[in-house]
C-alpha cells in the first residue's frame, strides 16, 4: 500500500518551484488607477483578463475616475463592456459602484475587506484582490483556478468546499508575505499549464507534488498488479 504525499510537502514544492521561476509577479488586468483596478477585477468575473484588456482602453478614455462614471448611466457603459460576460449586470454594478464611491468614499477606493464588499458588485475575491494588488495587504483571493488547481494538486482537503474554505486553508500553510505571491503563481498555473477540461500535465513543473499525478500513478499500479494475479 502507498503512503500519499503529506500535503506541506506539496506547498514546500509548489513554493519553491515559484519563488525561482516566479519571483516577482502580479495582475495580468492592465489598469491606471485604483479605481480602474477595481473596474477591471468586477469585469473579469468569469471572463478572460484577455476580453477584459480588449474593452477597459476605451471604458477608460470615457470614465478614467469614479467621478466621470458616477456620471454614467448603466446602458452609456453597457455600450463599452457589451462583449464581457453578464455586460447588464457589471454594467449596472459598474455605475452604482461609482456612485456609491463618490458619495461615501470622496471617489476614492476603500482599503479595508468590509468596505470593499459593501460595494455593488464586489465579493469577496474581488476585494481580496483589492487589497492585495492595490494595497500591498497580505490576501487570498480564490477565483475558480485557484479554487481547481488548490483541490487537484492536493493544497486543500476534499471537505474545503467553498472558495472561504480553500482561502483559510492556503492562508495556513502559505506564509503570510507570499500569500499575494502565491495567488498569483496558482492562477497562472491553472490557467496556462493546469487547464480545466486538458491539463498540459507534460508541461508541469511541480508534478512530482500533485495528488491527481500520484492518485493515476497509484491506480496503473494497482491496474499492473490485479493482471499479474489473474495470470
Not at 455605475?95 to 458588485?121: I, N, Y
Not at 494595497?135 to 488547481?149: E, K, L
Amino acid at each position: 500500500m502507498s503512503v500519499l504525499m503529506k500535503r506541506e510537502e506539496r506547498y514546500q514544492i509548489l513554493l519553491e518551484h515559484f519563488r525561482k521561476e516566479m519571483p516577482n509577479v502580479t495582475t495580468e488586468l492592465e489598469f491606471g488607477s485604483e479605481f480602474q483596478l477595481l473596474v477591471a477585477v468586477i469585469l473579469s468575473a468569469q471572463c478572460t483578463d484577455k476580453r477584459v484588456n480588449q474593452v477597459t482602453p476605451e471604458l477608460f478614455r470615457h470614465y478614467p475616475t469614479a467621478e466621470a462614471m458616477a456620471k454614467a448611466e448603466a446602458e452609456d457603459i453597457f455600450v463599452f463592456v457589451k462583449s464581457v460576460s453578464y455586460p447588464n449586470a457589471k454594467a449596472a454594478h459598474l455605475a452604482e459602484m461609482a456612485r456609491q464611491l463618490v458619495e461615501r468614499f470622496d471617489g476614492k477606493v476603500p482599503s479595508t475587506l468590509d468596505e470593499l464588499t459593501s460595494l455593488p458588485g464586489v465579493g469577496r475575491k474581488t476585494a481580496n484582490v483589492m487589497l492585495s494588488v492595490a494595497f500591498g495587504q497580505a490576501a487570498m483571493p480564490v477565483d475558480t483556478h485557484v479554487y481547481r488547481v488548490s483541490h487537484r494538486i492536493g493544497l486543500v482537503s476534499a471537505s474545503d468546499n467553498t472558495p472561504r474554505k480553500v482561502e483559510e486553508r492556503l492562508r495556513k500553510y502559505i506564509p503570510q508575505e507570499e500569500l499575494g505571491l502565491a495567488h498569483h503563481w496558482i492562477l497562472l498555473h491553472g490557467r496556462y499549464v493546469c487547464t480545466a477540461r486538458k491539463p498540459h500535465c507534460e508541461k508541469c513543473k511541480i508534478a512530482e507534488g500533485c495528488l491527481e499525478r500520484e492518485k493515476m500513478v497509484e491506480g496503473r499500479g494497482k491496474k499492473v498488479e490485479g493482471k499479474k494475479q489473474k495470470v
